[in-house]
T-cell receptor, first 112, second 116 residues
Framework: RKEVEQDPGPFNVPEGATVAFNCTYS??????FFWYRQDCRKEPKLLMS???SGNEDGRFTAQLNRASQYISLLIRDSKLSDSATYLC?????????????FGKGTKLSVKP | EAGVTQFPSHSVIEKGQTVTLRCDPI?????LYWYRRVMGKEIKFLLH????????ESGMPNNRFLAERTGGTYSTLKVQPAELEDSGVYFC??????????????FGPGTRLLVL
């Protein structure tokens, strides 16, 4: 079983749509959670951290359910510039001292 | 402030040759990580330096890979001899510490390695 699993997509949505991505992680000792964004042939960039209480950054809302080991990302009012691959990422602290564990990513394509 | 830089951006070599990748982290970042993305797979951790010391190299695939960070500044990752399955994108990332935990990792643009 993969450590972090995501639906690879692609998600093809029109501008203005609301789209939700889900992610599950296998290690219950995971302690930190993130969504990264990766544009085509570019490096991953941190989009937002994810907290149990849920957190929002403009049009983006992230949620964590530790009991179900499930992370979500909601994008409202999609823009063309949101087209990218969204990577679900966790950290298990301890011996590994903070290395990131990535999912394969979910590809989003926002169309006019 | 300059971001993480990597050199070269692309490298095409033949099987059996040696390639050395370089990463310059953000100035002042003690943590330096190497990751790799093989085609069709997720990005995977290779190793982690804290200053010049290897904190964790559990992700290194085999002894053909050698990473160094002399002086605790830039790092090199050497593949010798390269094999076909080493092809992929090699990312470097760096971060600071706060409260004894690594902070946000900033990634370099990656080196695209193709082994023929």
């Amino acid at each position: 079983r993969k450590e972090v699993e995501q639906d690879p997509g692609p998600f093809n949505v029109p501008e203005g749509a609301t789209v939700a991505f889900n992610c599950t992680y296998s290690n219950s000792a995971s302690q930190s959670f993130f969504w990264y964004r990766q544009d085509c042939r570019k490096e991953p960039k941190l989009l937002m951290s994810v907290y149990s209480s849920g957190n929002e950054d403009g049009r983006f809302t992230a949620q964590l359910n530790r009991a179900s080991q499930y992370i979500s990302l909601l994008i409202r009012d999609s823009k063309l510039s949101d087209s990218a691959t969204y990577l679900c990422v966790v950290i298990v602290y301890g011996g590994s001292q903070g290395n990131l564990i990535f999912g394969k990513g979910t590809k989003l394509s926002v169309k006019p | 402030e300059a971001g993480v830089t990597q050199f070269p951006s692309h490298s095409v070599i033949e099987k059996g040759q040696t390639v050395t990748l370089r990463c310059d982290p953000i100035s002042g970042h003690d943590n330096l990580y190497w990751y790799r993305r093989v085609m069709g797979k997720e990005i995977k951790f290779l190793l982690h330096f804290v200053k010049e010391s290897k904190q964790d190299e559990s992700g290194m695939p085999n002894n053909r890979f050698l990473a160094e960070r002399t002086g605790g500044t830039y790092s090199t990752l050497k593949v010798q001899p390269a094999e076909l399955e080493d092809s992929g994108v090699y990312f470097c990332a760096s971060s600071q510490y706060r409260d004894r935990k690594p902070m946000t990792q900033y990634f370099g643009p990656g080196t695209r390695l193709l082994v023929l």
